[in-house]
Structure formats: C-alpha cells, structure tokens
C-alpha cells in the first residue's frame, strides 16, 4: 500500500503565523498531544505533518501511530499537508525524509519532533531570524536550545555555533536543507579530520566527532540518525548556526519509549523556557567556540574531563593504537547495541 500525501484546507477567520511549520510524529500520543497544542497556539497558515509508519505485525504500535495522527485536527484557519507512512523507516530515514518532502514544497520553515515542546517565543524568534538571515549562506539553521545554565553569550539574544545539540526545535532554508547527503559520501576523512580543527579546540571534541564521522561513513547506525549528516554536510562548507541565549524549546521525550534521549534523570530533558523578545541582533558573525565546549564538557562528554578524563586516558589511547593498526570496533558501536 502507498504512502498517504493528503492537503486539505481547513477554513476558520483567525489571524495566522506565516511561517511553515513542519510536525514529526510516530507513536507517541501523549508527547504529540503536547507539542500540538503549542503549535495551536501560533495557529500557523500552513501545517505540515510527516508520520512514520508501524512497526510491521505490531498491533500495539499500529494502535499508536493511528492515536498520534488523530490528534491533528486544526481548528484555525490553515492549510493541512499530511505525509502519513504505511510503512516503518527509522528514525534516522523517516525523519530526514520527512525534511525532504517538506522542503520540496516550501523555501523555509519550521521544524519540531513530537517530543520538543516549543515556547511561545521561538515562534517569533524562528520567524524573525529566517527572514534575517535568509540571503547569508554562513548561517545553515536557527536552533532553539540553549544549555549555557544561565550564561549569556555576548550581547544579543542568540550567539553563534557549530549547531551541534541545537536540532530540538528548529527552522532553516531549502539552500541548508539541499546540503545535506545522508551518508555523507561526498566528505573524506582527510578534509573533515580539518574541518573538525577549525570548530573544536580541544582535543577530546575533535576525536568525538571523527569517532562519529566514521561510523556513519561506514553506515553503522545510520538507521538512528540524521542530524550528524546534517552538521557535517554543512561544517564542509564553513557554516554555523544561530542559538538562543534563553531556552525556547523543552524536550520531553526522556523516556521508554525514545530512542536517543534516555534516562530519567538527564540534565538535558525539560529546560525550562527564557524570554529573548524584543530580538536584540549581533552584527558580527563568528562562533562562540566557548558556548560549545562548554556543552561538550558538561552534557555530550562529562565523563572525559576532570578526574575522569585522566582514569579515561589509556582508553582512548587504546582506541587510538587500534585505529593505527586497522582493528575494528568502535565505542560508539558498541554503546548503541546495548
């Protein structure tokens, strides 16, 4: 059976957001619910909504899928576009897929996942840097998080970044979106081990992100992912992003159910929300390389610095004699089969 494309215009007199706004749902009802009513709110003139499919003979995801596609019934004014698999593609195809579809219909837009709630700001903020930034081909998307823990960074109300981290709620162009290649067959080790330098000052970010490069190189779990592809397509090209210095966007999708975002007691899992209206702009565009480490060390690698870092050591020189003598297996392998 086909995938379902369906557009339908849903007629109600109320003023509406301009912005496209892109929806990612599977099976998560409860979680869908929650974002859509934050999208309600904005009331958005054109609604788009991508739903991966069931699991194929499991009657309880089917039962799922169909809760979470029930919940979208506009009540505004807007025009509805729904792509609504039949089959199961992943969480690293059906998402990205869905970005596809969607930017082969509009030149920008919105993007947010059943389990990132946005703030009433990061409409405007999207909107407002969208049209700002729309002609710099340095900027490749507008993120909406932010884990400074309360640290600003510089004197407007966003800074700039690698990005990586920021894909919680976000919005970007077709030109970034038509960058990306999802198993980045155009980028060789030797250009992005460069690349990399030129991003991350420290040694430990540099080695996390060639351990990642080279397992989606070598389509280990490209499955799970997308948004590596994504930063990589575009660090090629010299690019950053924009990153609020307030949190817009919480995510609540810390558990059983997820894939990535595990664990009850993750620091990451529902930041509160900060307000960053009326949008002060910066002029001067470079990336705060500071705010990035500062996320590495205490979120994506915590347990690679201090004390830690040092018991660490004769691990990652482990790897990096293994590496040396072309033996296989990597760490990262080994933690996404657990």
Request: proline share 5%; aromatic share 16%.
């Amino acid at each position: 059976m086909p995938d379902i494309i369906k557009s339908e215009t849903i007629h109600r007199v109320i003023s509406p957001c301009d912005t496209p706004v892109l929806l990612i749902i599977y099976n998560r009802p409860d979680n869908t619910q929650k974002v859509f009513e934050a999208i309600k709110t904005q009331m958005p003139k054109y609604l788009y909504v991508a739903a991966d499919g069931p699991q194929q003979g499991n009657e309880e995801d089917i039962e799922k899928c169909k809760a979470a596609r029930d919940i979208i019934k506009p009540d505004w004014d807007c025009e509805l576009h729904t792509l609504f698999r039949e089959h199961n593609l992943g969480c690293g195809k059906g998402p990205s897929q869905a970005i596809t579809w969607f930017f082969s219909q509009i030149e920008e837009g919105i993007i947010l996942e059943d389990d990132c709630v946005p703030s009433t700001d990061f409409f405007l903020y999207c909107t407002q840097l969208l049209d700002h930034f729309r002609d710099n081909e340095r900027i490749f998307f507008i993120g909406g998080t932010n884990f400074q823990r309360g640290i600003e960074r510089g004197s407007g109300s966003y800074y700039f970044s690698a990005g990586n981290q920021g894909t919680w709620g976000w919005a970007t162009w077709k030109r970034a979106w038509d960058k990306f290649d999802y198993f980045i067959s155009s980028i060789n080790e030797f250009d992005f081990k460069r690349i990399v330098k030129n991003f991350f000052p420290d040694s430990r970010q540099r080695e996390y992100w060639m351990e990642i490069f080279r397992e989606v190189k070598k389509n280990r779990f490209n499955e799970s992912c997308w948004d590596y592809q994504f930063y990589f397509s575009n660090w090629v090209e010299g690019r950053l992003s924009v990153l609020p210095n307030k949190n817009l966007v919480s995510n609540i999708g810390f558990d059983v159910d997820a894939t990535h975002t595990i664990g009850e007691q993750n620091p990451l899992m529902n930041v509160p929300f900060g307000s960053i209206i009326p949008i002060k702009h910066n002029s001067n565009i470079f990336q705060d390389k500071n705010a990035d480490f500062y996320v590495h060390k205490n979120f994506i690698q915590p347990y690679a610095y201090g004390w830690h870092g040092l018991l660490g050591f004769p691990f990652r020189l482990n790897r990096r004699v293994k590496r040396l003598f072309g033996i296989q297996g990597s760490w990262i392998k080994k933690k996404n089969e657990k």
